[in-house]
């Protein structure tokens, strides 16, 4: 299984980004799919996922800004980030976990300026 990440870019705080990730595998053979993002210094932190075709679940962070979504047809999962702020600032990986494997995408750098 390949996830290719992108989308990220430089962007002024209130702008948006929306991230793709396009999986080499059908979503369906997925049970987790999720967003992460890795900020300098600090641990990667979930952002948003969905498990099971579960009800998406967001970081407390992000609720109400970021959207989770899929679209099976394209095997590509999405994240679309609204009213970035500079703290959003990092790297940001998708993840796909099947048959208790995980996969992860190369990352792509999103940088929100003030």
């Known amino acids: 299984v390949q996830l290719q990440a992108s989308g990220g870019g430089l962007v002024q705080a209130g702008g948006s980004l929306r991230l793709s990730c396009v999986s080499s595998?059908?979503?369906?053979?997925?049970?987790?799919m999720a967003w992460y993002r890795q900020a300098p210094g600090k641990s990667r932190e979930v952002v948003a996922r969905?498990?099971?075709?579960?009800?998406?679940e967001y970081a407390a962070s992000v609720k109400g800004r970021f959207t989770i979504s899929r679209d099976n047809d394209k095997n590509t999962m999405y994240l679309q980030m609204n009213t970035l702020k500079p703290e959003d600032t990092a790297v940001y990986y998708c993840?796909?976990?099947?048959?208790?494997?995980?996969?992860w995408g190369q990352g792509t750098q999103v940088t929100v300026s003030s």
């Open positions: 993840n796909m976990d099947s048959n208790f494997r995980a996969y």
């Open positions: 595998e059908s979503l369906v053979d997925f049970n987790y």
């Open positions: 969905i498990l099971n075709g579960g009800a998406p």
